[in-house]
């Protein structure tokens, strides 16, 4: 096998990869895949050069390669920790493409050592972004796929570089066909398709996730929707049973004057103020607990194992924590009236809402502010 051919094979291999990519997602994709779109771009603009340098201007052609070559590697990093969701140094992704090309420059004469230098840099490069791939990968298949793929890419590339500087017998340089050469470009031109698969497919799977995160929360108050909460807590009664029913308590809690906020305030603070409840909801519950936006500025709330004391003080601590935050952001206090029912053995998640709903109504007629409770809860 020729070298330059497996060489100008890659380069057409990774510009059609990224030609697929901006007809099926665009040129404009945000996050991983446009890394990704990076990486190829690096890894043909490489190798082009690397091959033009058999040819014109050595020393300028094969130093822009290697720098591309490298970044191509840390773009590799970056789509890995955007799609993880982890972040990575940014220093450690531009600080090896630029030091490389200096080094590679002063090396140059000597064959040998720019040959190790090189590949040793941009091996190490590419194994951080199979650690970051593979530690806990857990079931993730996409991550098994490109993770293996860049850890086969890691061990050839560093290898290359031992022998070349450790065994140059063994390894004259890299555009002879030796079997190491021909075996690491076959697998980058398999691992260039295995790895676009892979992310593509990690791409899939956050769009899905996406799509049941828009389906099951509210996207002011980032609480479950009604259709969610519901849903949740109807399996939660059903999990529960009817001999535990009468540990769980079911709250409706409606913001007080909420329609006055909105027309002397204006809807942007009446969105603040929803916000703000539903970050003070989700701060003081526990995990167990299941907490909804019900509709417009009324909340509904499962809590699960809530004895009358527990829930007394969860109460109080409701009320004074929404108080003091939109004072705090906001200027001015907000209230809300609640009604609180403890579920009885065998009831209906609808029945319950809506003895919840007339303690609510109590609530608000005794003036607001407060929260009215079916015997038993208190």
Not at 48 to 56: D, V
Not at 294 to 319: I, K, V
Request: with cysteine; glycine share 10%.
């Amino acid at each position: 096998m020729d070298v330059i051919t497996l060489l100008a094979a890659v380069l057409v291999n990774a510009l059609l990869m990224l030609l697929a990519l901006a007809v099926c997602v665009g040129v404009r994709a945000r996050g991983g895949l446009q890394a990704w779109q990076l990486m190829l771009l690096g890894q043909a603009l490489g190798f082009g050069m690397l091959i033009a340098a058999t040819r014109l201007v050595p020393l300028v052609t094969a130093t822009l390669g290697v720098m591309a070559l490298s970044a191509s590697a840390s773009a590799m990093v970056l789509t890995s920790a955007r799609f993880l969701g982890v972040s990575v140094s940014r220093r450690g992704l531009w600080l090896p493409p630029l030091l490389l090309g200096v080094v590679h420059v002063f090396l140059f004469p000597n064959l040998k050592q720019t040959t190790g230098v090189t590949n040793l840099t941009i091996g190490l490069q590419i194994g951080w972004a199979s650690w970051l791939l593979l530690t806990g990968v857990g079931r993730a298949r996409w991550r098994w796929l490109c993770g293996l793929a860049a850890l086969g890419n890691s061990l050839l590339t560093v290898a290359r570089g031992v022998l070349v500087l450790g065994w140059p017998e063994i390894y004259p340089r890299f555009l002879v066909p030796h079997p190491l050469n021909i075996a690491h470009l076959m697998l980058l031109n398999a691992s260039l398709v295995l790895g676009t698969m892979g992310f593509l497919l990690a791409h899939r799977d956050a769009a899905e996730q996406a799509l049941v995160r828009l389906a099951s929360l509210d996207t002011l108050t980032g609480l479950f929707n009604r259709r969610e909460w519901m849903q949740r807590a109807s399996r939660a009664l059903g999990a529960v049973g009817s001999a535990a029913g009468d540990a769980a308590v079911l709250l409706m809690l409606d913001l007080d004057h909420f329609k006055r906020i909105n027309d002397e305030r204006g809807h942007p603070v009446g969105d603040e103020v929803l916000k703000l409840a539903g970050e003070v909801l989700r701060g003081e519950l526990r995990a167990s607990d299941l907490v909804g936006r019900y509709g417009g500025e009324e909340f509904c709330l499962l809590l699960r194992q809530c004895d009358p004391e527990a829930f007394g003080r969860l109460d109080a601590r409701l009320h004074q924590a929404l108080r003091r935050r939109c004072e705090a952001s906001l200027g001015f206090a907000v209230d809300f009236s609640a009604g609180a029912v403890r579920l009885q053995p065998g009831e209906s998640l609808a029945a319950a809402i809506q003895r919840a709903d007339d303690q609510l109504y109590r609530a608000k007629h005794a003036g607001r502010g407060r929260t009215c409770c079916a015997n038993g809860v208190l």
